[in-house]
């Protein structure tokens, strides 16, 4: 079995696991891309997240745009595709977690569902009898995590295929398009359509992926315009918002594991700047903080020292990250 990382008041630095909504309270510096995204998946049927590796895409996601969405009143759904031999198609990975999504809904709201086959995604959320009531009270938002896999791990002809009928059927979902055959049987039957809601599809779809695969994602526009609408790109964070990431989980509490001089310092040499520069001159910070607030606890552990303090920094830091380019390299 795994180990469970400890995260509470005495660690409070994940090193370079990413946030969750479990460790939402220890999640710091993103207030203003948490609310610019909440922003965008509210307006908009699809938002597509992205940036470098390793700048906490999917931190972002899970301490900071799903707690914030439950609190609205949506209901999210964080799904990575699984490409092992094995697993389910594609698709039907996608309607296991909408259905998931669909009976979180109250007893008395999904008591009348009916519930045939929906051949396509389209159907499954715009056929009024077999979806619950309250689904537009409740909208769900899908969103994907890691995105830029299906370009990287759907390398047989099998994957190849259901990648492009997913992309397909989420055009179709996104851009309010009833799929070709269903078309057709609305125009051959009339009486079809009283069960159909053929307005904008409830349901939001965030897509999150690296910055380098944005181009893979691109050749997809024409099927769905969506894709350049509405994208929003991770940056790395500024002098005195990395300070927050870095302080402030330290202080929880009233714990004082950490100053904000001893906080700048750690900012500064993961920015490689002198030790005078101003915060707010440093425009980005590398994604290695937490990674070094954890190391420098963890010395502080062992040591049974109170807090982080200036002379460990200066005294550690270079050999704590010399340490874990080692280990990764091994």
């Not at 996608?94 to 159907?123: D, G, N, Y």
């Amino acid at each position: 079995p795994i180990e469970q990382r400890v995260v509470d008041n005495d660690h409070p630095w994940l090193g370079l696991s990413a946030f969750t909504e479990a460790t939402k309270s220890f999640f710091y510096g993103r207030e203003r891309e948490i609310r610019d995204i909440f922003l965008r998946v509210r307006e908009q049927p699809l938002t597509v997240l992205f940036g470098q590796s390793g700048l906490g895409k999917t931190s972002l996601l899970g301490a900071g745009l799903i707690p914030k969405l439950r609190v609205e009143g949506y209901r999210p759904c964080l799904l990575r595709l699984d490409f092992e031999v094995g697993s389910l198609p594609l698709i039907e990975q996608l309607f296991v977690a909408f259905k998931a999504i669909l009976l979180q809904s109250p007893p008395q709201a999904i008591e009348r569902m009916q519930c045939p086959p929906a051949h396509t995604l389209w159907e499954a959320f715009h056929h009024v009898p077999s979806r619950p009531a309250d689904l537009g009270k409740a909208p769900p938002v899908i969103i994907f995590d890691q995105f830029e896999e299906i370009f990287t791990l759907a390398t047989s002809r099998e994957r190849q295929v259901e990648a492009e009928e997913l992309f397909r059927q989420l055009a179709d979902l996104i851009e309010n398009r009833p799929p070709q055959a269903m078309q057709e049987r609305l125009l051959s039957d009339r009486g079809l359509a009283r069960e159909y809601d053929l307005g904008p599809s409830p349901v939001h779809v965030v897509i999150t992926l690296r910055e380098d695969f944005l181009s893979n994602l691109e050749a997809w526009k024409k099927v769905m315009p969506a894709l350049m609408r509405n994208r929003m790109a991770l940056h790395l964070l500024d002098g005195p918002r990395a300070l927050e990431a870095v302080v402030r989980p330290g202080q929880r509490d009233g714990r004082g594991l950490i100053s904000d001089a001893v906080g700048s310092s750690i900012v500064r040499f993961v920015a490689k700047c002198s030790t005078d520069t101003p915060l707010p001159e440093i425009a980005a910070v590398p994604p290695l903080l937490s990674l070094l607030c954890d190391e420098l606890n963890d010395a502080r552990l062992k040591a049974g020292a109170p807090t982080i303090t200036t002379a460990q920094v200066d005294e550690q830091s270079a050999d704590i990250l010399r340490n874990f380019y080692t280990r990764a390299f091994k």
